[in-house]
Structure formats: C-alpha cells, structure tokens
C-alpha cells in the first residue's frame, strides 16, 4: 500500500453487537454531501463488519407517522428543525438508528462519528447524540509551496503541489476523508508565505486543477481558501503600487476577484500574511492592517468570500541591545487600536501566544481585549518548535489550556474557546485554524503518534468540551483498536509529551533556545544575539525577559485580573515567570526549590519521562503493526538521543552561567 488511513484504516472487527444495524441504510436526500455520508457509512460497514449494505431510498416526505413504522437500519434523515451549521444527534430506538441534521453536513459528522462509534466496539442501543460544532470555521492551513516543498513540513513533500503544478490525484480525496471526519470545514492549500508561481493562484492558470480539487473537497463539505500575496497587483498586474487605498489597487482586485471566483465559485476566501518577516502588506504605504483587510474584503464581498488576515506582525529585525522594543507587545500594538475598524468579512487570525508557538507562551493579550472585530485561533500541529514530529508532542493539552483561558472580557463566556467560537461576542465569522502536519509520508505525518494532533485538532475544533483524555483515547482506538494494555500505553505516551518536552527544553516559558532558521535541537544562544526579537537575556545572576511595567510593559496589555497576576512575582504562574519576569537563579520557587535546582531537576526529569515513554512504546512490540512498531521506535530512539542532548547543553549553560552546583551533584559538563 502506498500510505495508510490513520485512523480510518478499518480493521475487520471479530465480534461486534451492533452489526445489523448496517444492513440497510434509509436515505431521504439526494445531494453530494448526504451521498458521502452513505458512502462513508457502506464503507465502514463493510471494511469494519464485514457487511454489504442495501441503501433505501424513502419516500418523501418522511414524517412521524412513517417513522413509527420504519424497519430497523440506519436512518439518514434532514430535518429543517433539526441540529444546524453542521450538528447532528444520533439516536437509536428499537433497532432503527437515526441520525437528524439540518444540513447534509451534519449528516456527514454524525456518520463518521457513528463509525468511530463501531471502530471503538461502543454499544449503539440506546444511544442519543447531539452535537453541534463549537467553532463555525475548522481550518487547516498547509504551509505548502508550489514546488512541493513544505515551510515547516515534517512528513515528505506536499501533496498539493509538485513541479509548480496543481495535484489532484487519489490522495486528494483520502485527505479529504480524514479531515472531513474529524469535523474540519476550511483548508487552506498554500503557504501564507506567497511567493512567484503561488501568486499566480488566483489566476486562471491553475483554475482546472483548483476546480478538481473543489469538486473532491466539496463532498466532504470542505471549502478550499488561498493565501494570497498583498503585492499581487503589482507583481501579475504590472502596477507600481499595492496601496490598498489608491484607485487603480482596488479596481484591480476587484477584476481579479471577478475572475477568480467565476473560476472557482465555491472558493471560501483568502488567507493574508502582510508586513510580516519580510511580506509586503498596507505599512509600505503608510496605511494601517485594517485598511489593507478591508480593501480585500471588499473585492470578494460579492461572492461571499472572507479575509482571514493574520496578527503575526512584528519587527523582524529587531537589535538585540535594544530593550524597550517587545516582539510580544506588537500584535497588540498593531492591532488593538484597530478593534471594530474591520470589514464584517475579514476575521483576524491570532496566533495562540504572542510570540511563536513555543513549547509554552501565555495566550496573546488581543483575546478578550479586542471585542469588535470577528477572529480565530491559530495553533500549529506542525511540530516546529516541538520537536518537528521526530519527538512525540501531542498538543491537545495544550491546546486544552488555551481555549480555556479565562480573558475576563466579560463576566461569563469569557474564555478563549467562548470568544473564537462566537459565543462572547456573537460573532459568526470566527473559529480554529491549525498549520497543519500532513505530507507525502506513507503515515501522512512523519511520526505516527503525530496523527493524534491532526485528528485531536478537528475533534477539538468541532467538541471543544472533549478532553485531551478523551481525544487521545479515540485517536489511539480507532488507530490501534481496542486492546487495553496498548490504548493504555500509547494515551500515556500521548499524555507525558507535552510536559516532558517543555521539561528537557527551555524552562518556565522563556522559549527560542533552539537552533536558527530549523528550530531543531538545542542552542541555547542561538537566538540571543540575534535579530528576531526571541531573546533569554540569561546573565551570570539569572534569566528571564522584564515584561513587567518596569520592564516593556507587556502585562499591561491583559485584562485585570491578569494583568496584575502576570505583574506581580508572587502571582505569576511559575510555568510563565521567566517569560515575564527577569529573576535571579537563586529565587525560591513554590516548590522550595530554587529557580537554578527546578532547571537543574527539570531538565533531568524531561529525560528519565522519555525512558519511561520508550520502555512504554517497547511493551508494545508484537501488539500492534510491526511496521508502525519499527518507525516509532527508530523516531523515539531518536528522541531519547535528542532529549539527552537538551538535557545537557541547557544545565552546562546555566552551571557555567552561574556556576551554582547541582544539590543532587549529577553530572553537569
Ligand atoms: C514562523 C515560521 C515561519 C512562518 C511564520 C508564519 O516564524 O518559522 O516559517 O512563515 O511563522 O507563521 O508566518
């Protein structure tokens, strides 16, 4: 087999209860979606329980008098009172199963669900589901490049894109069969970094191909999104200028636009890095982020199209002596003035931490503060800065802590998950985006634990009520099947990640001390001196960045409580002190220990959670598929290799540093 199914690689169940129900499926509605679902539902039924499937089609209209009647089998039933905007509920009574929705899509989530349901040996009598996604947009943002290389991928090349050409091949439907069935609506194919072909995208160039691709993602009820380059009208439009409030700009976007969605109708919008780490973008014309937005949100307002455009805009090429400026303030700096100045169709995608994506960050201060202006959360499963899917780092915790941080914004639903989802401020256009972790790989992922952030993150984005427990769990059932000792084993290596890799990396949230430019592996200096912003300003007395108002005031930028949590030494949560706060190594932390023996002690411990994951992973051998047993271990050789070598330099560093001893007197270089 060229790649595998991750999770939807159905495996013959030898004995499972609920198996007559998928004999007969009862279908009322004809249209693509609803066709999917019956589809996917005969699939699973026959992959899973070894059954053909007869599909019936009902008589129309099917109302209560005929559902008292109705034979046993799985019911697919559209219902305008039903769940909507993609819910469903699933509910079994006398042999019948009927999953209701108002939309085929909803019909399309409740069926997957029902396999997973199956894959996981779940009982369906008497069951009633109802589910309605949390957040109206789930996106995933491919950083891929036309040439098919990947910014930031870690399983192969793209599958999108090889040879600076449009791939539609048997991939492309598989993709969308796993993203679809973890509830993702939104994907954007192309890096937001937008360079030569990738400009043309938007053109009629590639329109053939885009539209194959619509077709096959259109069944799964996913829309397709492009990443757009600001300069476009002077790059294909031969203009000199990409002012988003000269005449001749907008009249040529509004042209392109006219073209580009008579091309590709069903096109959802676009997705815009400006004035970013060398992006063109409104600041060369002296016009501000929403001026920009807004002058895109009109040009694709007429088909319905969207603007996501992204927060992460900072000086990229920052002096390292230079103290006042803070790459974390900028977002806020930028942005904040701007609240309720946006286009009812542009949506600001924040980025979860004010910096990027580090192992820990606090959640950026433009949650809660901006109130106005509809927005997202991006997160980044691809594991840049996690260990770049050699390392296991399942960021559903994460992820976990993030959407369920309190902003104070109001007095309820004031959490990160209350506002992307819509609920703080009734805002429609909003909701999750991932960069996501997939490519060519055999396994989609590079490591196959890694599959459990692409699945978690649709499960989350959908359900964010799910814990990262339950998600793992899931994952790792429909992956490996039931058997208890191996779900036990891998949710507990899934479970130790996170926290052992922040353990065995930089301490207390300061983040960066990684190698430049690949962001692989440990140098602890490697960004100190540099331009970026990402600094550690570790001396001989202590370490930590003075975020607080005596320092670049980036506290103040939160919401009271936080604000004075985050200000004050004796509040500020001590996973982010040194992201906050500059403090001697001799500090004594709650533990008693002080702040040198918890990096000392940390550090050690990172490595002994990674021998303990290994020894897990080795129990395993003969329990689950060789292949898949092999390519873990090699990666987790690996990390173990790697986590040692963390280990090490970070503790030499700050011995030599401070040159205070170990208590434990364990060997430091
Ligand atoms: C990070 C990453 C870049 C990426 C950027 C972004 O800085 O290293 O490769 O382009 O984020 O999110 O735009």
């Known amino acids: 087999m060229k790649y595998s199914m991750a999770w939807l690689s159905y495996r013959r169940l030898p004995f499972y209860e609920g198996k007559e129900y998928f004999r007969k499926i009862y279908v009322q ?59 469903y509920r699933i509910a079994e009574e006398n042999g019948r199963i009927r999953i209701t929705a108002a939309e085929p899509e909803g019909l399309l989530y409740g069926s997957f669900d029902l396999i997973r349901l199956v894959q996981r040996g779940v009982s369906l009598r008497g069951i009633d589901r109802l589910k309605h996604p949390d957040n109206p947009l789930r996106m995933l943002n491919h950083w ?94 031969g203009l000199e200028t990409a002012d988003p409030e000269a005449e001749e700009v907008k009249a040529w976007w509004q042209e392109q636009m006219k073209e580009t969605f008579r091309n590709i109708p069903s096109l959802g919008g676009f997705l815009v890095k400006a004035d970013s780490e060398g992006r063109p973008g409104p600041f060369t014309y002296g016009r501000t982020q929403a001026q ?42 930028y942005f904040m003035p701007l609240d309720g100045k946006f286009e009812e169709n542009v949506i600001l995608q924040i980025k979860n931490g004010p910096m990027d994506f580090q192992v820990r960050e606090p959640v950026s201060s433009l949650f809660g503060s901006l109130k106005n202006t509809n927005q997202m959360l991006e997160v980044q499963i691809a594991q840049e800065y996690t260990g770049q899917q050699r390392h296991v780092c399942y960021l559903i915790p994460q992820f976990k802590e993030i959407l369920g941080f309190h902003t104070y914004c109001r007095k309820e639903e004031d959490t990160v ?3 992307v989802s819509g609920r703080s401020f009734s805002h429609k256009n909003c909701g999750m985006a991932a960069v996501a972790n997939t ?36 994952w790792c059932e429909c992956t490996f099947g039931t058997d208890k000792a ?15 890799y922040e353990k065995y990396t930089s301490p207390l949230g300061i983040g960066w001390m990684l190698t430049p430019n690949n962001h692989y592996g440990p140098n602890v200096d490697g960004y100190e001196y540099d331009r970026w912003g990402t600094y550690h300003r570790a001396d001989h007395l202590g370490i930590g960045v003075e975020r607080g108002k005596t320092g670049t005031g980036f506290t103040q930028t939160y919401l009271e409580p936080n604000a004075s949590l ?9 996973e982010l002190l040194l992201f906050f706060h500059y403090m001697p190594y001799t500090y004594r932390l709650k533990s008693g220990k002080t702040l040198i023996q918890h990096i000392y002690d940390s550090h050690f411990e990172g490595v002994e959670d990674v021998e303990e994951m290994v020894s897990l992973w080795e129990g395993l051998k003969g329990k689950i598929p060789e292949e898949v047993f092999e390519r873990v271990m090699l990666r987790m050789d690996h990390q173990l290799d790697n986590s040692a070598e963390w280990r090490d330099q970070i503790n030499s560093y700050f011995y030599r540093k401070s040159f205070i001893m170990d208590e434990k007197g364990r060997k430091i270089y």
């Open 29 to 87: 509605e004809e249209d693509e979606i609803t066709g999917t679902a019956v589809y996917e539902l005969c699939r699973g039924a026959r992959e899973l329980l070894g059954i053909k499937t007869v599909v019936i089609k009902l008589p129309e209209p099917f109302g209560q008098d005929e559902r008292g009647k109705t034979e046993e089998g799985i019911y697919l039933l559209s219902d305008s009172k039903g769940p909507v905007g993609g819910g």
């Open 486 to 500: 191996v779900v036990y084993a891998i949710c507990k290596i899934l479970l130790m990640s996170w926290p052992a």
């Open 144 to 237: 891929d490049n036309m040439d098919g290389s990947i910014e930031r991928g870690y399983s192969g090349n793209s599958f999108f894109f090889r040879n600076d050409r449009v791939q539609v091949e048997e991939r492309t439907e598989d993709y969308a069969r796993l993203t679809a069935s973890v509830g993702i609506n939104g994907v954007v194919i192309n890096n937001v970094n937008v360079t030569e072909k990738a400009t043309r995208l938007i053109t009629g160039e590639y329109a053939d191909s885009l539209k194959r691709m619509v077709k096959i993602f259109s069944k799964y009820g996913i829309r397709l999104y492009l990443s757009l380059n600001f300069a476009a009208p002077m790059e294909l439009g």
């Open 292 to 333: 920009g937005a807004n002058m895109l949100a009109e040009a694709v307002r007429p088909y319905g199209g969207i603007i996501i455009w992204r927060c992460f805009v900072y000086n990229c090429t920052q002096d390292w002596r230079d103290r006042k400026t803070d790459r974390a303030r900028s977002a806020y700096d």
């Open 566 to 574: 985050y200000e004050e030494i004796e509040t500020c949560p001590e």
């Open 417 to 419: 998950a209350d506002i």
């Open 439 to 474: 490519g060519s790989d055999a396994n989609w992922t590079g490591h196959d634990l890694a599959a459990a952030n692409w699945f978690g993150f649709g499960r989350l984005a959908f359900d964010t009520s799910l814990s990262a427990e339950e998600i793992a769990r899931e």
